[in-house]
């Protein structure tokens, strides 16, 4: 059977697995998700002006890095500053608090044609993960820095730094209050009939995580992802984003990966690593991969998430198993695609 009749077998097939496939869009230099955002009925009008527009302006930096000779690696890093520093996404300013009251990020970022990567997890004063993920790739011998040794490395590396208190905004603080409301009523109301406390149903707002893949002129992959968690994760938690092959990969023969979504069902499954795998020894395209990693795998272990996936010819594509993916792409002459549900 040839492989072109194979792989249109196998996206056959996963389309009638899943609805959320996206189409593959063609020549694409930067490919970016905002996480897999609210559910439709919590969506307004507002906010998904914000979303656009902050998906729209991260892909003009990434783009404008590109035009003017920078790596994929520069344009990941640019296209995720900016989220990083919009209130409206899960990641830098913004970040969701944990349950002890703090913003915990984590980032990381990896290069396709080395393999090299560098990460951070439980920063609290570095205003850029992402930039911080970078440093500990170029500048240390290790690829993952934690809590208060990394955010003195990103000191030393002459990164800004800020006050933890920068990361809290009105919206994030009202979600946990609202939260430890919830538990606390859920749990009075168990105790008073004489049942063990469970874990309340997470909503969607309670994601996020912004992420960027790029394939640079030199044909150069590079991925990058930043968040801030998950909403009233345990101090201390770290989640895939930092973990290379989990929420983050990239390899110069397949694609690059950046996921979000329910960071532990990501890391048990390799998630980013798997669909890597899957493309270089199945043989199958990478929408293929990232839809039965995403929606067969994930699914049916009940792990809600997504990936955006940038091939080495530049298809682009993503698989979520949510309601929605915040996204968006750039191609070589800048045409620019924003998606936020099923369109
Ligand atoms: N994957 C992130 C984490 O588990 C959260 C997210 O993507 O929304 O930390």
């Known amino acids: 059977m040839s ?59 990434g783009h404008a890095k590109l035009k003017n000779g920078g790596t994929s ?39 396709g044609k080395t393999k090299k990567a560098g990460a951070m997890a439980g920063v609290m004063t570095v205003k850029n993960p992402i930039s911080g993920a970078r440093a500990v790739m170029e500048k240390s011998k290790h690829v993952l820095l934690i809590g208060p040794g990394a955010d003195a490395f990103a000191k030393q590396q002459g990164l800004e730094i800020v006050p933890p208190s920068y990361f809290s905004t009105e919206h994030r603080r009202k979600a946990i209050e609202e939260i430890w409301k919830r538990e606390e009523e859920a749990k009075k109301r168990r105790s008073d009939a004489g049942e063990i406390p469970l874990e309340l149903p997470r909503k969607k707002s309670e994601y996020g995580t912004v992420g960027a893949v790029s394939l640079d002129s030199a044909g150069n992959l590079a991925a990058g992802t930043s968040t801030g968690g998950m909403t009233n994760k345990m101090a201390g938690r770290v989640g895939d984003s930092p973990i290379i092959g989990a929420g983050t990969y990239a ?93």
């Not at 969701?96 to 990381?108: K, R």
């Open 3 to 61: 492989r072109i009749l194979f792989s249109g077998m196998v996206l056959f097939t996963m389309a009638n697995l899943s609805q959320a496939a996206d189409p593959v869009v063609n020549d694409v230099v930067l490919g970016i998700h905002g996480g897999i955002g609210v559910d439709k009925k919590d969506m307004t009008p507002e906010l998904e002006k914000d979303v656009r527009a902050g998906l729209r302006s991260a892909l003009e930096a």
């Open 73 to 111: 690696l520069d344009a990941v890093e640019a296209a995720i500053r900016v989220m990083e520093d919009l209130p409206v996404f899960n990641a830098g300013k913004g970040a969701v608090f944990t349950n002890a009251g703090t913003n915990e990020l984590d980032a990381s970022i990896m290069e």
């Open 251 to 343: 390899d110069n023969e397949a694609a690059a990966i950046s996921c979000t979504g329910h960071g532990e069902f990501f890391i048990r499954y390799s998630v980013s690593h798997e669909i890597v795998a899957q493309i270089k020894y199945r043989a199958v395209t990478a929408a293929a991969a990232a839809e039965d990693v995403i929606n067969r795998q994930l699914k049916d272990a009940g792990g809600e998430g997504a990936a955006i996936v940038l091939d080495r010819s530049g298809k682009f594509t993503s698989a979520y198993n949510s309601e929605g993916l915040y996204r968006g792409c750039i191609t070589r002459d800048g045409k620019i695609h924003v998606r936020v549900y099923e369109e």
